[in-house]
């Protein structure tokens, strides 16, 4: 499965982006999608997940009410609406992809990585 991620962009805080990842490929099978994200010297962290019919979702606490994840199948693409940004969501965000949906994510479990999207949110 290839990923590739799009949206990111410069911002103000309060401002709104939405980040799109589209699959291609062996797209047959019924992926868990999520995004990760990595700020400059920092871990990656999970940021959310959602499972293969979009029944279950992950959200990271720092992302709750302000972000939702979402999926369509028939597009094979899974997308992030980031709502109320804030400076600290700055990052690179990654797109992944993983046989299984686990909480919480574990990005050593996603079989499957895009390149990143950069977001910076300015002050």
């Known amino acids: 499965v290839q990923l590739q991620a799009s949206g990111g962009g410069l911002v103000q805080a309060g401002d709104s982006l939405r980040l799109s990842c589209a699959a291609s490929?062996?797209?047959?099978?019924?992926?868990?999608m999520g995004w990760f994200r990595q700020a400059p010297a920092k871990e990656r962290e999970s940021v959310a997940t959602?499972?293969?019919?979009?029944?279950?979702?992950y959200y990271a606490t720092s992302v709750k009410g302000r972000f939702t994840i979402s999926r369509d199948n028939a597009k094979n693409t899974v997308y992030l609406q980031m709502n109320s940004l804030k400076p600290e969501d700055t990052a690179v965000y990654y797109c992944?992809?993983?046989?299984?949906?686990?909480?919480?994510?574990?990005?050593?479990?996603?079989?499957?990585w895009g390149k990143g999207t950069q977001v910076t949110v300015s002050s």
């Open positions: 992944a992809a993983a046989h299984y949906f686990t909480i919480p994510p574990d990005s050593n479990g996603m079989n499957y």
């Open positions: 490929g062996r797209t047959d099978r019924p992926y868990t």
């Open positions: 959602i499972n293969w019919n979009g029944e279950r979702l």
